[in-house]
């Protein structure tokens, strides 16, 4: 079955960097579009970054353009999310997530996540 | 960006009665729109997809429908299992933005 399970969140102070990684099983990682989402603590879902099936397109939301990266790794089944110039507000609950459909817009397979907290 | 508005934010029902979310969409996005369920401390799940197709393994009691603007997700009969929040996310432009949510409480 489809397995996505996130690691490398943290305690960070604001202004450092942070590397997100989610490693995927069970599916055929190279043809899907990979998210991550992000949830602040008691807060709704915010959409982070989208990473086509073969790396050739990102997209990023308003918030996290120009300070975070998505990338992946196809032979090892593993999507990353390089997160710099980190602020307070960034501090949320992170998941990686299979995108489908038109878009590659929702998404049907979630881990549980990782918590990213930035603090000084 | 597409502004996405839900309502009601919280709603108070019995199990064994129909409860209707509505979502809607700052402009046009079609069909393309999902719902998702979370319960505390867990991943959401996709529930719908296209407005109004079922995720597999979902069960029958949850249905979509709307276009365009408008849309609803509609539980036929709430079971103790469905009290959780509801989001909405379109997904007409690579921007993606999720619904505030819709929290169902137990009354």
């Known amino acids: 079955q489809v397995q996505l399970v996130e690691s490398g969140g943290g305690v960070v102070q604001p202004g450092r960097s942070l590397r997100l990684s989610c490693a995927a099983s069970g599916f055929t990682f190279s043809s899907y579009g990979m998210h991550w989402v992000r949830q602040a603590p008691g807060k709704g879902l915010e959409w982070v970054a989208l990473?086509?099936?073969?790396?050739?397109?990102?997209y990023y939301g308003d918030s996290v353009k120009g300070r975070f990266s998505v990338s992946r790794d196809n032979s090892n089944n593993t999507l990353y999310l390089q997160m710099d110039s980190l602020r307070v507000e960034d501090t949320a609950l992170y998941y990686c997530a299979r995108g489908r459909g038109h878009n590659y817009g929702y998404r049907d397979s979630w881990g549980p996540g990782t918590l990213v907290t930035v603090s000084s | 960006d597409i502004q996405m508005t839900q309502s009601p934010s919280t709603l108070s029902a019995f199990v064994g009665d129909r409860v209707t979310i509505t979502c809607r969409a700052s402009?046009?996005?079609?069909?393309?729109l999902a719902w998702y369920q979370q319960k505390p401390g867990k991943a959401p799940k996709v529930l719908i997809y296209d407005a109004s197709s079922l995720e597999t393994g979902v069960p029958s009691r949850f249905s979509g429908s709307g276009s365009g603007t408008q849309f609803t997700l509609t539980i036929s009969r709430l079971q103790p299992d469905d009290f959780a929040t509801y989001y909405c996310q379109h997904y007409d432009s690579y921007s993606y933005t999720f619904g505030q949510g819709t929290k169902v409480e137990i009354k």
């Open positions: 990473i086509w099936y073969d790396g050739s397109d990102k």
């Open positions: 402009q046009t996005i079609s069909t393309w």
